[in-house]
């Protein structure tokens, strides 16, 4: 998905998420939740965090992106989202996405992540840990 969103903005050869970063790329989630980062710095940590996230939630598939050029060609916005399961808890992960992403030398240095952390509560957690956090669920079901 995200290979199709940038195009010829990433290196050809770059076959996984890790591989389109750059050696010094920094990734960041301005909503991380408290027991995650909120910044990584380098290709290495991005994989060993990616590679923790597989124990959290199972990806089924991801959705078309909207990309969206800005005046400056090497950043890039794109709307996607994901979908699969948590693991420990069974329950639906349906999450929407916005991503900034800044390029050179066909590779990201910059992955600026949005995301909501009520999905991904309500997938690690369940809907009732959720519902009694936030007081209720009217409409998140």
């Not at 890790?18 to 939740?33: K, N, Q, S």
């Not at 060993?48 to 005046?71: N, Q, S, Y």
């Amino acid at each position: 998905m995200l290979r199709k969103a940038l195009g010829d903005r990433i290196d050809r050869d770059a076959r996984s998420f890790p591989d389109m970063m750059d050696e010094h790329a920094v990734m960041e989630f301005p909503y991380a939740l408290p027991d995650l980062p909120d910044r990584l710095d380098g290709r290495e940590a991005v994989a060993r965090h990616l590679e923790g996230l597989g124990g959290l939630i199972a990806f089924d598939r991801m959705g078309e992106p909207t990309v969206h050029p800005t005046t400056d060609p090497a950043v890039v916005i794109i709307e996607f989202e994901g979908f699969g399961r948590g693991v420990a808890t069974g329950a639906p992960y349906d999450q929407r996405y916005i991503s900034v992403i800044r390029t050179e030398n066909g590779r990201i240095v910059l992955y600026r992540d949005y995301w909501n952390p009520i999905a991904v509560l309500r997938a690690t957690k369940g809907a009732a840990f959720v519902d009694a956090l936030v007081g209720g669920g009217a409409g998140h079901e």
